[in-house]
């Protein structure tokens, strides 16, 4: 059975295609929780080096998904310049995000953090053509109330879940702003590159332009950190912990925004607080108050809300990668004027 067999299976089977994207988003928001523990794992440590921490996930992104690309012989079907903005705006998002940890409370960058969900619908509207149901619109405002339950309930208990202080909590606040703009844009451009081109060639070129960005950054910014850093098996492993569970959620998110779209995937990742329950429970032997558990029945209920109620679901056969390997060079810009803009074929996230 080959991937256009599959693809066509999976559009006409919409119950099936709405439970997987659901689930699919999870498990992405999971990926994301493991990130976090691993990224407070490398601070605990004394470690302040988000961009090479990026620079790991961009380098093995580009060398798994590059060698796939070299051995089809594919031409680009997307213009560098594209590229180039999707591995900078992922980048700087990244850095950004991180690097307000120092500055300000976990509680503030989890909350400020859900800004990534009206950038990202503002961005699809305007850019995509995408329009939202009154229903979509209120199913996203309920997973953002649903996570709004969590962080009540850690200034509640005085933090423990990720309250705390910060330095300079105006700074780190502006930084996560900033940040979720960049992450908008690099899941805006990623969509349409996963949906109307090839998904190989976008993790590929994600990782190729993010690595170069982010290795320029690195020797401007991070050298002396790293050569006043040393290094342990725990931070080796901390380091690790991240780059895997990170190429795991760079692969997998493709995925979610080809099926799903940027609000979708964005309103997904906001249960990725509430994973981190678990290695709370688990690993840290902590209570959870009862909020959290409401609040992840919320989140549920909002998700189920905006995937039902969506207008349309992009057809997978529409866009299938083995379409796409013997299409000719195209500029990202002619989309916009083709006639494959119409209703039937708008990115409707």
Same mark, same amino acid.
Not at 50 to 56: D, G, I, M, R, W
Not at 139 to 150: A, D, K, P
Not at 192 to 201: I, S
């Given at each position: 059975?080959?991937?256009?067999?599959?693809?066509? #299976?999976?559009?006409?089977?919409?119950?099936?295609?709405?439970?997987?994207?659901?689930?699919?988003?999870?498990?992405?928001?999971?990926?994301?929780?493991l990130m976090s523990i691993t990224?407070?794992?490398?601070?605990?440590?004394?470690?302040?080096?988000?961009?090479?921490?990026?620079?790991?996930?961009?380098?093995?992104?580009?060398?798994?998904?590059?060698?796939?690309?070299?051995?089809?012989?594919?031409?680009?079907? %997307?213009?560098?310049?594209?590229?180039?903005?999707?591995?900078?705006?992922?980048?700087?998002?990244?850095?950004?995000?991180?690097?307000?940890?120092?500055?300000?409370?976990?509680?503030?960058?989890?909350?400020?953090?859900?800004?990534?969900?009206?950038?990202?619908?503002?961005?699809? #509207?305007?850019?995509? !053509?995408?329009?939202?149901?009154?229903?979509?619109?209120?199913?996203?405002?309920?997973?953002?109330?649903?996570?709004?339950?969590?962080?009540?309930?850690?200034?509640?208990?005085?933090?423990?879940?990720?309250?705390?202080?910060?330095?300079?909590?105006?700074?780190?606040?502006?930084?996560?702003?900033?940040?979720? %703009?960049?992450?908008?844009?690099?899941?805006?451009?990623?969509?349409?590159?996963?949906?109307?081109?090839?998904?190989?060639?976008?993790?590929?070129?994600?990782?190729?332009? !993010?690595?170069?960005?982010?290795?320029?950054?690195?020797?401007?910014l991070e050298l002396k950190t790293?050569?006043?850093?040393? #290094?342990?098996?725990?931070?080796?492993?901390?380091?690790?912990?991240?780059?895997?569970?990170?190429?795991?959620?760079?692969?997998?998110?493709?995925?979610?925004?080809?099926?799903?779209?940027?609000?979708?995937?964005?309103?997904?990742?906001?249960?990725?607080?509430? #994973?981190?329950?678990?290695?709370?429970?688990?690993?840290?032997?902590?209570?959870?108050?009862?909020?959290?558990?409401?609040?992840?029945?919320?989140?549920?209920?909002?998700?189920?809300?905006?995937?039902?109620?969506?207008?349309?679901?992009?057809?997978?056969?529409?866009?299938?990668?083995?379409?796409?390997?013997?299409?000719?060079?195209?500029?990202?810009?002619?989309?916009?004027?083709?006639?494959?803009?119409?209703?039937?074929?708008?990115?409707?996230?």
């Amino acid at each position: 059975m080959d991937w256009t067999t599959i693809s066509t #299976w999976w559009s006409r089977t919409a119950t099936l295609q709405i439970l997987g994207i659901l689930l699919l988003g999870q498990l992405v928001s999971f990926l994301l929780a493991l990130m976090s523990i691993t990224s407070s794992l490398i601070a605990q440590f004394g470690v302040d080096a988000p961009l090479t921490q990026s620079l790991f996930t961009y380098g093995s992104l580009a060398l798994v998904y590059g060698s796939i690309l070299l051995y089809r012989h594919q031409k680009p079907l %997307v213009s560098w310049y594209w590229y180039l903005l999707l591995g900078f705006a992922d980048a700087q998002g990244c850095y950004l995000v991180i690097k307000a940890y120092q500055y300000t409370s976990v509680t503030s960058v989890t909350l400020l953090d859900c800004w990534t969900v009206p950038w990202a619908i503002l961005l699809t #509207w305007i850019f995509l !053509g995408t329009r939202y149901s009154l229903w979509q619109l209120c199913g996203g405002t309920l997973c953002v109330l649903g996570l709004s339950l969590v962080l009540f309930s850690d200034t509640w208990d005085g933090g423990g879940g990720g309250g705390g202080g910060g330095s300079k909590p105006i700074l780190g606040d502006v930084l996560v702003i900033v940040g979720t %703009v960049f992450f908008a844009v690099s899941n805006v451009v990623e969509e349409f590159c996963v949906k109307k081109k090839d998904r190989v060639e976008a993790v590929t070129m994600l990782g190729v332009y !993010g690595f170069l960005v982010t290795a320029i950054e690195v020797s401007v910014l991070e050298l002396k950190t790293l050569k006043s850093i040393k #290094w342990s098996g725990d931070i080796v492993l901390a380091f690790a912990g991240y780059g895997v569970s990170s190429f795991i959620y760079c692969s997998l998110a493709p995925f979610v925004l080809k099926f799903g779209g940027s609000a979708m995937f964005n309103l997904s990742l906001l249960t990725s607080d509430m #994973w981190a329950v678990l290695f709370r429970v688990f690993i840290y032997h902590q209570k959870v108050d009862w909020l959290y558990f409401v609040s992840f029945l919320v989140v549920g209920i909002g998700l189920i809300i905006y995937s039902t109620t969506e207008k349309k679901l992009v057809p997978a056969s529409a866009t299938t990668e083995d379409e796409n390997l013997n299409t000719e060079y195209q500029i990202l810009n002619g989309e916009s004027e083709s006639t494959t803009l119409d209703q039937s074929d708008s990115l409707a996230s």
